[in-house]
């Protein structure tokens, strides 16, 4: 694997990938940003919800911020980067995908690892209006996958001035195997409840819509009951909602490691050897990746962790780390 090109130390009582992992959604305080919403109306229909921070200068950089499974806008490392990067004097938009900024979304489709042509109109958009910001993207876990594939399938014509992915399930199947051993089957526990509750939500609001088409969608996937694993919810769920065949077609076809050969875009990949989502064999090798591509690899650091510091005082390593690779980058 690439060399360490960076350091994180885990803060002190903190190197327990699990620790790292769960501090943030767990423990970490943010204050409220004052942020604009705006509603981004897709080709087919639907929508994202994107949520402005920063300054509104049309040539301040700007950088687009992609959540992970479950996530949204309001999640601790979203707001956190998005507060770093405005105290650098750039702007920030966080995306929502399908479904995720508290409203459902108006298609029986969902969002998924796969979903790069919600993030190619998006980066349409914001390019029409911002076209003297320089824009960036930044991805994390589920975010990542999908920056990762965009940038592959776009190539040089990606209109992003460099990205940054955090966390990345490299191998959706790997990964769906990973967090069914150990202790990450707690974590598998709670997506497959997050995952059911937006599916659940969805269908009661289609019955209270009197949205028959989206209804009749999401009844023909039959009872959801025993679903226990990512398998199993991709197999049922995610894969006939989404155009796929079965589970390997969409692990197959989402999977963001068979697409980083054709990236064109100046890109930092931060990755932890203990991240408890992801195998060490599912981490790319230095061959698979693109030239303008940098793979920061470390030791610690969890899923969405790189918490440093000291339990009375934290520090976030990617506030730190991301802004500044974007700025020298410049």
């Not at 994180?8 to 604009?36: C, E, I, M, V, Y």
């Not at 300054?55 to 949204?72: E, F, I, N």
């Not at 707690?186 to 497959?192: D, G, R, S, V």
Request: proline residues 6%.
């Amino acid at each position: 694997m690439p060399s360490l090109t960076a350091t994180f130390r885990p803060a002190t009582g903190l190197s327990n990938p699990h620790l790292q992992t769960l501090w943030g959604p767990l423990w970490r305080k943010l204050p409220d940003l004052s942020r604009q919403r705006e509603r981004l109306w897709l080709a087919d229909g639907d929508f994202l919800d994107l949520d402005w921070h920063g300054p509104h200068q049309p040539d301040a950089p700007l950088v687009l911020v992609l959540h992970g499974l479950t996530g949204s806008s309001h999640s601790p490392y979203v707001k956190g980067l998005q507060q770093a990067l405005q105290a650098q004097g750039w702007a920030s938009v966080a995306v929502n995908w399908r479904g995720c900024s508290g409203e459902p979304n108006l298609l029986a489709r969902s969002y998924h690892s796969g979903a790069s042509e919600d993030l190619a109109e998006t980066i349409r958009h914001l390019r029409a209006q911002r076209p003297l910001a320089p824009l960036y993207a930044v991805g994390y876990s589920l975010g990542g996958n999908v920056l990762l594939k965009y940038l592959g399938e776009s190539g040089s014509a990606s209109q992003l001035e460099a990205a940054v992915a955090v966390s990345v399930p490299f191998r959706l199947d790997q990964c769906a195997d990973r967090i069914g051993q150990g202790f990450s089957k707690i974590y598998q526990a709670h997506f497959m409840r997050e995952m059911l509750a937006y599916v659940q939500d969805k269908q009661r609001h289609f019955r209270d819509q009197g949205h028959h088409q989206g209804l009749a969608e999401i009844e023909r996937l039959g009872p959801l009951r025993n679903l226990r694993t990512f398998w199993d919810f991709d197999g049922r769920v995610t894969a006939p909602l989404n155009g796929f065949s079965d589970a390997h077609d969409y692990y197959r076809r989402a999977s963001s490691r068979y697409y980083l050969g054709e990236n064109r875009t100046p890109t930092l990949i931060i990755q932890s050897s203990d991240d408890p989502f992801v195998f060490d064999h599912s981490l790319p090798n230095a061959h698979e990746l693109a030239a303008g591509t940098q793979f920061e690899l470390h030791s610690r650091g969890g899923h969405v962790g790189f918490v440093d510091g000291s339990l009375r005082n934290p520090g976030y390593y990617l506030e730190r780390r991301i802004p500044q690779w974007l700025l020298e980058g410049r």
